[in-house]
Nanobody, 114 residues
Framework: QVQFVESGGGLVQPGGSLRVSCAAS????????MSWYRQAPGKQRELVAT???????NYADSVKGRFTISRDNTKNTVYLEMNSLKPEDTAVYYC????????WGLGTQVTVSS
């Protein structure tokens, strides 16, 4: 059974940093690209960052230069390091496997506010 368990969210002030993690299970993690998505209140879920199975990364323009996606294949975990956070980064953050896997985790809430 495929599972994604996100953690590490919280409340942070504008300009601050946070790292969220996602532990994956139920499939061969090292063989697939992984992505982070986010969904803000009243908005559609959007793609934030993707990392290929060999570590090639891509980012949405809104987070480029501030966010870093990484993975540890020995721990079946993908990370999202978020720096210079802005109020508009407030959202529930989800990780996602390949399109062939439909499962989503519960997400982790990130709130950027003073």
């Amino acid at each position: 059974q495929v599972q994604f368990v996100e953690s590490g969210g919280g409340l942070v002030q504008p300009g601050g940093s946070l790292r969220v993690s996602c532990a994956a299970s139920g499939f061969t993690f090292s063989s697939y690209a992984m992505s982070w998505y986010r969904q803000a209140p009243g908005k559609q879920r959007e793609l934030v960052a993707t990392i290929s199975r060999v570590g090639i990364t891509n980012y949405a323009d809104s987070v480029k230069g501030r966010f870093t996606i990484s993975r540890d294949n020995t721990k079946n975990t993908v990370y999202l390091e978020m720096n210079s956070l802005k109020p508009e980064d407030t959202a529930v953050y989800y990780c996602k496997g390949p399109s062939s896997i439909s499962a989503w985790g519960l997400g982790t809430q990130v709130t950027v506010s003073s």
